[in-house]
């Protein structure tokens, strides 16, 4: 389980399993959980799934306890108060959630004033952080230079078009992809050269790699931006998905991809929520599955099935333009028939080495 928690963090770049893996560690393996917390809870996020799934009883136990405060003690000392109040977005449980939970014993007056500030605290201002003592001053309206916090922190002041853009700048590349509409609504890609800017960092190979970013989301930003997000971002976007798609395993041997394609796929991904549904389908995503794997494997064939095994031709080239053809195939209800791709891929003399049924 602890190789599993390590590999899930590093290879496959999840957030719930191992934080889910890590506090089930914390009642099995006292000495395991402590080596995994150190390789696994690697950002505020990871260290938020991790308080919230210890405090949610799903593991055994509603509590912290000794062991795992200790090591968000060690976790918050070992950053400083500026990287956790940039990381300080996000709530259940939130950072003053955690800071009352474990309350972490502060190091000097500087830190003292922060954990107060953090949980609402009065506290000398004078001995405040001055990342947070601009933000305060911005908020007051006392300085009219947009201090260098996280996008949402901002997002309900009075901003211009031009600190919208400042903003849109200095965002980091994972905040940029997530509100592209966003920033397009607020004029922020009319301001000379903020367009060509970011699409340099949407493309940028080392801050992809460094997002750990999945198709999929890329695949969503795409098909969610809305008429106001210019072209270069756009095509930025597709550029990303290529790069994002080499983590893709190449296959040995014949491979065949079967997605199912049949009317049931149309639905979207996330359920139907009333005025929060989806853009992306269920078929969008197997789509997507069958193009990645097209991409690293050009030899593998792709057999979208409903009622019976529907016929399409596919460049491997193609998986960046909205997944291409294999997510229009699906539109009636028909019964599904898992077997026809199956019986296709085995006909006559085709080699099978490797099927992907989904």
């Known amino acids: 389980m602890a190789k599993v928690a390590i590999y899930s963090r590093h290879h496959t770049y999840m957030k719930d399993m191992p934080a889910l893996l890590c506090a089930w560690l914390s009642l099995r393996s006292p000495q395991l959980h ?57 709530a259940n449980p939130s950072v003053a959630d955690i800071l009352k939970m474990v309350h972490p014993k502060p190091s000097n007056k500087t830190r003292d004033a922060f954990y107060g500030y953090m949980i609402g605290k009065t ?120 790069i994002a798609l080499e983590n893709v395993p190449a296959v040995i041997g014949k491979v065949y991809v079967c997605p199912d394609v049949s009317g049931s796929m149309c639905s979207p991904v996330a359920g139907y929520r009333k005025g929060a549904s989806t853009a992306v389908q269920c078929v969008d995503v197997a789509a997507l599955v069958a193009a990645a794997i097209l991409a690293r494997n050009p030899s593998a064939e792709v057999l979208p099935f409903e009622s019976d095994v529907v016929n399409v031709d596919l460049n491997p080239r193609y998986c960046a333009d909205e997944c291409g053809p294999p997510r229009r195939c699906g539109r009636r209800r028909n019964k599904l028939q898992c077997f026809r791709p199956l019986a296709e891929s085995t006909a006559g003399e085709r080699r099978l080495d490797c099927v992907h049924l989904g």
């Open 123 to 242: 506290v000398d201002t004078s001995a405040l952080p001055g990342l947070v003592t601009e933000f305060e001053r911005f908020k007051a309206g006392e300085t009219m230079e947009v201090p260098d916090v996280p996008f949402t922190l901002l997002t309900s002041l009075p901003l211009s078009q031009k600190d919208w853009a400042t903003v849109a700048l200095r965002a980091s590349w994972q905040t940029v992809r997530m509100n592209l509409n966003t920033c397009a609504r607020h004029g922020a890609f009319k301001e000379a050269g903020v367009i060509g800017r970011i699409a340099e960092l949407l493309r940028d190979r080392s801050e992809i790699e460094r997002a750990r970013v999945f198709p999929y989301q890329l695949m969503a930003a795409y098909r969610n931006c809305g008429p106001g997000v210019p072209p270069e971002a756009r095509n930025a976007l597709q550029d990303a998905m290529e």
């Open 34 to 90: 402590e080596a995994v917390f150190a390789n696994v809870i690697d950002s505020m996020k990871m260290l938020r799934n991790y308080v919230q799934i210890l405090w949610s009883g799903a593991v055994g136990r509603k509590s912290l306890g000794t062991a795992p405060k200790r090591l968000v003690h060690t976790w918050l000392a070992t950053r400083d108060e500026e990287t956790i109040f940039r990381s300080s977005t996000g």
